[in-house]
């Protein structure tokens, strides 16, 4: 059962911008975490954000997540060429697994 | 260097020849998962493994089997493959305090 939904399904931005993606989940989570893949190659994580938090940063990302509304964004700021990547939203409740959205797509255009 | 290995990279073979997809670790980790990715639907999970001889299946184990006898293998198995199980294979591991997932790098697979 697919539980993130990542918004939007692509998205094209100049280098130099900042590009926001945002997921959706619809049942309780221990954590989120953003992966990263490059044209076909396996996903590499990015960051996790526990339940508990609302902000993270880590380098030019920066994690919200609103436990409320259950969503959270992706925010990469100053974006470069080399961020053009599928982006992709995993949810983990302990006891059950991992559960990926279908991903954005992020063009930097340079 | 820490990390997962997936072979073949690429597999084309036709509707009914049993294959097997392998997959190990080096980092000594306890859970171990397959996912299949197919366009627009993400990654959905195949069958994950908590420790040595303990196996579950994920949202669509139709059609596959693993094996789990050692720590550091978790193979996937196609026992009759159709076209439908075409994809894009991806076979992942993490530690049990750490819930951050590793990723190999993939086995594209073709049935004809």
């Known amino acids: 059962s697919q539980q993130g939904e990542e918004d939007p399904q692509a998205l094209s931005i100049q280098e130099g911008e900042n590009a926001t993606m945002n997921c959706s989940y619809k049942?309780?989570?221990?954590?989120l975490q953003w992966y990263r893949q490059n044209s076909g190659r396996g996903l590499v994580h990015l960051i996790l954000i526990r339940s508990n938090e609302r902000e993270k940063h880590s380098g030019r990302l920066r994690v919200t997540l609103d436990t409320s509304k259950k969503s959270s964004s992706l925010l990469i700021t100053a974006s470069r060429a080399a961020d053009t990547a599928s982006y992709f939203c995993?949810?983990?409740?302990?006891?059950?697994?991992?559960?990926f959205g279908p991903g954005t797509r992020l063009s930097v255009l340079p | 260097e820490a990390q997962v290995t997936q072979n073949p990279r690429y597999l084309i073979t036709v509707t009914g020849k049993k294959l097997t997809v392998t997959c190990s670790q080096n980092m000594n980790h306890e859970y171990m998962s397959w996912y299949r990715q197919d366009p627009g639907l993400g990654l959905r999970q195949i069958y994950y493994?908590?420790?040595?001889?303990?196996?579950d299946k994920g949202d669509v184990p139709e059609g596959y089997k693993v094996s789990r006898k050692e720590k550091r293998n978790f193979p996937l198995i196609l026992e009759s493959p159709s076209p439908n199980q075409t994809s894009l294979y991806f076979c992942?591991?993490?530690?049990?305090?750490?819930?951050?997932?590793?990723f190999g790098s993939g086995t594209q697979l073709s049935v004809l």
């Open positions: 049942t309780s989570i221990n954590n």
């Open positions: 992942a591991s993490k530690d049990r305090l750490n819930e951050k997932l590793f």
């Open positions: 995993a949810t983990f409740f302990y006891g059950q697994n991992f559960v």
């Open positions: 493994s908590m420790n040595v001889e303990v196996t």
